[in-house]
């Protein structure tokens, strides 16, 4: 009983961070012989008997994930379905089977959950990957929790880590930039009706899953799916693989003018750069040849550390959950 008040008088979450309270835990994880890549890529790896499976979960919060003035069940059950299969099309590979578990207060509406089950299923289909069950739990009042598991193959390929990338690598994106950020800031303005197609891609978010094998068969060194923004997911890969990377101010000049309409050029700017849950695919390939079909150059990969924009270093970004 004393170490356990000891430690409640030590640092919270908040002191420490998302990035923080994951130094913490991923070092006391226990590892196997079977587990080809651990805790801190986009999914896990794990060596079976027949080859090898992609793993990934994602949960998401009511009150910190969604709000249910804003997204129905019926979004909620497409984005959670997203955020899954993007890790898996981030390392380079394809689903295979989904697993979801539904965590609510007994007075949850029947009509949410079958709205969020519907639209899961739908967004599931589109994939190509089929739900292979999950489990149900009661929740305190007010408490709604959905959370995915997905599993994926490479499908004979070798996954895309973060930590390949290599100086004089182009880094370059499959999909939108900044779309979900600026449909954030119009709900939070009370300004939905100025632009609903960025609402309804915030509510819904869309990843060119199909991109990330062929991605992989095209060279990628490094990838993955920008869920906490530009800036951070571009540092992950740095972090990663030990190197700088400079972001173009002018090949991004396109996806800012694409919001500057609705919610200013600065928040455009803001929204590009650090806006999280796009979902896109962020990759780097190695200079010289073309990138492939429906990818296009946003920086370059340096000596260094840490990711630059006009010289400066790119900070902030995303939602840290527990660093706000």
Not at 72 to 80: E, F, N, P, R, Y
Request: some cysteine; proline content about 6%.
């Amino acid at each position: 009983m004393l170490d356990e008040r000891e430690n409640a008088a030590g640092p919270t979450l908040a002191d420490l961070g998302e990035d923080g309270l994951l130094s913490v835990i991923f070092p006391l994880l226990p590892g196997g012989p079977g587990v080809l890549i651990g805790p801190g890529d986009d999914t896990a790896l794990l060596r079976t008997s027949s080859g090898s499976v992609l793993a990934t979960t994602d949960a998401m919060v009511r009150g910190r994930d969604w709000l249910d003035q804003w997204s129905t069940g019926a979004d909620v059950g497409v984005k959670t379905v997203t955020q899954n299969i993007a890790d898996i099309a981030a390392m380079g590979g394809v689903p295979t089977g989904l697993l979801v578990t539904l965590i609510a207060d007994p007075q949850t509406p029947l009509a949410w959950v079958r709205d969020f089950t519907r639209a899961m299923a739908q967004a599931a289909e589109e994939a190509g990957v089929p739900v292979l069950g999950g489990d149900l739990s009661s929740a305190p009042e007010g408490v709604l929790v959905v959370s995915l598991t997905a599993l994926g193959e490479c499908d004979g390929a070798e996954p895309v880590r973060r930590g390949g990338a290599q100086v004089g690598d182009t880094l370059a994106v499959c999909g939108s930039l900044g779309h979900s950020a600026a449909g954030l800031l119009l709900l939070q303005r009370g300004q939905g009706g100025q632009a609903p197609e960025l609402v309804d891609y915030h509510r819904r978010p869309r990843t060119p899953y199909r991109q990330g094998p062929l991605a992989a068969r095209a060279g990628a060194t490094a990838m993955i799916d920008v869920s906490d923004g530009l800036g951070r997911d571009a540092g992950r890969i740095a972090r990663a693989s030990g190197v700088g990377i400079a972001l173009d101010e002018a090949l991004l000049r396109d996806d800012v003018e694409q919001l500057r309409h609705a919610i200013g050029a600065e928040d455009a700017w803001r929204s590009v750069t650090e806006g999280g849950e796009e979902h896109s695919l962020l990759a780097c390939f190695p200079s010289g040849p073309g990138l492939p079909a429906g990818w296009r150059k946003v920086g370059e990969v340096l000596k260094g550390s840490g990711v630059l924009l006009r010289g400066h270093l790119v900070q902030g970004g995303g939602w840290d959950h527990f660093g706000g």
